[in-house]
């Protein structure tokens, strides 16, 4: 049997339906999927990196999707953000998207003390305190101690407004977290009832699905965009792919960039979100 290394070091049975289900998330068709798992089970060794088959991956998409050579990983893309403000903004995009209002970065008092609030999302009769956990390490769990903080503040909070000290009538509370989450805090979750997006999970719509439905790739996942300028971007608020395709003159003002490296960037984020040039 051939073992895959993963990043951390440990051991696991390689996995076809892994490289298939990768594939499909590429906006492969099942055919093209099942014909790179193939050949990349073909290459397999004992002890393959996994990062050494998503690479893999990346190389015999480029036939069927030429647009890949645009992008990295999203699960890395992800990672590359700063978690403050960049990834805080970005979960705040994503919320937008799926038809919330949402205000960031408040101070809400609770019934025993004041608590900074990353975001809060309303639609209709529903107002989310949304809690952002963000981690460099895209490996690392996120776990038992993110939802013993989440489930505390919610608690203060929807006293605090039961005795008038905030106007905040929370209806429930929201982990948005860029890795997956422990087995020991998913059973503490459940059980208080505190819902969290995480990477692949929900398994329908974790994190990397709402992403790739509203197209809301952060823009760290354009291939060949150096860092400093991710920040200097972020830092005048645009963290998504979506959002270079404002006006030019605007983006290279505001950010510091030079105009001829923002049309640069444009032109991939087009290509990347399968928009034609031709007017």
Not at 200 to 223: A, C, M, V, W
């Amino acid at each position: 049997m051939v073992y895959v290394t993963k990043a951390d070091g440990s051991k696991q049975p390689f996995d076809k339906q892994k490289i298939i289900n990768t594939c499909l998330r590429l906006q492969a068709s099942l055919e093209q999927a099942q014909s790179i798992a193939d050949k990349i089970e073909a290459r397999a060794y004992d002890g393959i990196p996994t990062k050494k088959i998503l690479q893999m991956v990346f190389f015999y998409m480029k036939k069927y999707r030429p647009a890949i050579v645009y992008q990295i990983d999203l699960r890395q893309a992800i990672a590359m953000l700063r978690s403050k403000p960049d990834f805080e903004i970005f979960v705040a995009k994503l919320f937008e998207a799926m038809g919330y209002g949402v205000e960031t970065n408040l101070i809400i008092q609770g019934k025993c003390v004041e608590h900074e609030i990353d975001v809060v999302a309303r639609k209709e009769e529903e107002v989310i305190l949304v809690e952002v956990k963000h981690h460099v390490n895209h490996h690392t769990y996120s776990g038992l101690d993110v939802f013993l903080q989440l489930n505390s503040t919610l608690e203060d909070l929807r006293e605090g407004y039961e005795i008038g000290k905030n106007n905040f009538r929370f209806t429930k509370a929201i982990l948005i977290c860029n890795t997956k989450v422990s087995e020991h805090a998913k059973r503490y979750a459940l059980c208080k009832g505190l819902e969290f997006i995480a990477w692949k999970f929900p398994t329908e719509k974790g994190l990397e699905r709402i992403i790739e439905e509203y197209k809301l790739y952060p823009i760290t996942f354009l291939k060949g965009i150096e860092r400093n300028e991710a920040y200097k971007l972020a830092d005048v608020g645009i963290v998504t792919v979506k959002q270079l395709l404002d006006y030019t003159e605007k983006i290279s003002r505001k950010s510091g960039i030079g105009k001829n490296r923002i049309l640069q960037l444009q032109k991939a984020a087009k290509i990347v979100l399968g928009i034609s040039d031709k007017t």
